[in-house]
């Protein structure tokens, strides 16, 4: 057994390792994540927008043509009022002039209402454009500052994770995940010494001395009664820890 928690003592120092690298990063990974998520959200509003105006500058387009037919065919009435021959006929023509007007005034003032829509959304494509340029600026940022961290402990991280590799493959896989189940339930700390002589170093509960006596002897897989975590007998960890006390 001892070999085996000495192993355990060994796979606790690289994930303490580990932890203590990647902390460096802090949030800066799922902040770089929220950004992007933001930029595409931005974009996905942009493009929404930018086919609003398409279609607006289209309907423009087809009523301003609208109108002009109506007005060539008000001209066409206006010489026939020239052409009548009795009143009946004056009073048809006269109607359908009527119609006519009535027409191009609604299309006139769609064709208004569409200018002001335009306008807005004008406007609220450049809004959207420079909140985009903005987002893009502080998205490139963190993406530099999270590509100078990962830089700087890429090669540290990789010799450790070789390392644990090696190493867990001494181990049987029930125990690597009571050993991973218990690093992640108490926050990367799974192996504890025994500390002051007579406590575990994890959650500092005094432990009976048979207890003391069996994780001195290193023969066995103890685990704290009261938080869990793998007690072993390690006098170097426990002087560090009495002495950060
Ligand atoms: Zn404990």
Redesign the pocket.
């Known amino acids: 057994m001892r070999p085996l928690l000495d192993q355990l003592i060994s796979l606790q120092d690289i994930d303490s390792e580990l932890i203590k690298l990647r902390s460096i990063r802090g949030d800066l990974p799922q902040q770089v994540k929220r950004l992007q998520d933001e930029l595409s959200e931005i974009e996905e509003k942009l493009n929404t927008q930018e086919q609003k105006l398409l279609l607006f500058k289209k309907e423009q387009d087809i009523t301003k043509l609208e109108i002009k037919a109506l007005e060539g065919k008000q001209q066409k009435y206006q010489s026939q009022l020239f052409e009548v021959k009795n009143n009946r006929e004056y009073d048809a023509v006269t109607m359908e002039i009527e119609n006519v007007k009535e027409n191009v005034d609604q299309k006139e003032e769609r064709l208004l209402e569409l200018m002001d829509l335009d306008q807005e959304l004008q406007k609220s494509i450049e809004e959207i454009k420079t909140e985009l340029t903005e987002k893009k600026g502080q998205a490139k940022t963190k993406d530099g500052q999270l590509n100078s961290l990962l830089k700087k402990t890429e090669a540290e991280e990789k010799t450790l994770e070789e390392k644990r590799n090696k190493l867990v493959a001494l181990f049987q896989p029930r125990m690597i995940s009571t050993y991973n189940r218990i690093l992640k339930a108490k926050n990367g700390m799974a192996v504890?010494p025994i500390v002051r002589n007579c406590c575990?170093?994890?959650?500092?509960?005094s432990l009976p001395p048979q207890r003391v006596m069996e994780i001195r002897d290193m023969e066995q897989l103890i685990l704290?009664?009261?938080?869990?975590?793998i007690?072993v007998w390690d006098e170097e960890k426990a002087s560090k820890m009495d002495d950060a006390d």
């Open positions: 504890v575990c170093g994890g959650c500092y509960k704290c009664e009261n938080c869990g975590r007690i």
